[in-house]
Nanobody
Framework: QVQLVESGGGLVQAGGSLRLSCAAS????????MSWFRQAPGKQRELVAT???????NYADFVKGRFTISRDNAKKTVYLQMNSLEPEDTAVYYC????????????????WGQGTQVTVSS
């Protein structure tokens, strides 16, 4: 099995910064993509940013220029640096990973973290 553990959420004033971390552990052969999603109250979960196994990254339009996703493949960890935070960024942020595991069979599955709350006050 694979576990994703997030950290770094909290309360910050508008214009401030936070850095989220998500560490993967378990029977991991390879991590193809690591992503951050968020879900605000009463809204659907939405993709924030994705980092592929190489250096390619992809961002939702609403965070471009403000958020930066990065990976440390040796540590199996993905980060989300969030700058110029706005009250609209308030949400639970979830880590997501597409992971190849080696067990009785080689398999690829998507895993989720438990979520970390980010609250931005105006």
């Amino acid at each position: 099995q694979v576990q994703l553990v997030e950290s770094g959420g909290g309360l910050v004033q508008a214009g401030g910064s936070l850095r989220l971390s998500c560490a993967a552990s378990g029977s991991i052969l390879s991590i193809m993509t690591m992503s951050w999603f968020r879900q605000a109250p009463g809204k659907q979960r939405e993709l924030v940013a994705t980092a592929a196994s190489g250096s390619s990254t992809n961002y939702a339009d609403f965070v471009k220029g403000r958020f930066t996703i990065s990976r440390d493949n040796a540590k199996k960890t993905v980060y989300l640096q969030m700058n110029s935070l706005e009250p609209e960024d308030t949400a639970v942020y979830y880590c997501n990973a597409l992971v190849m595991t080696l067990g009785p069979l080689l398999s690829t599955n998507t895993y989720w973290g438990q979520g970390t709350q980010v609250t931005v006050s105006s």
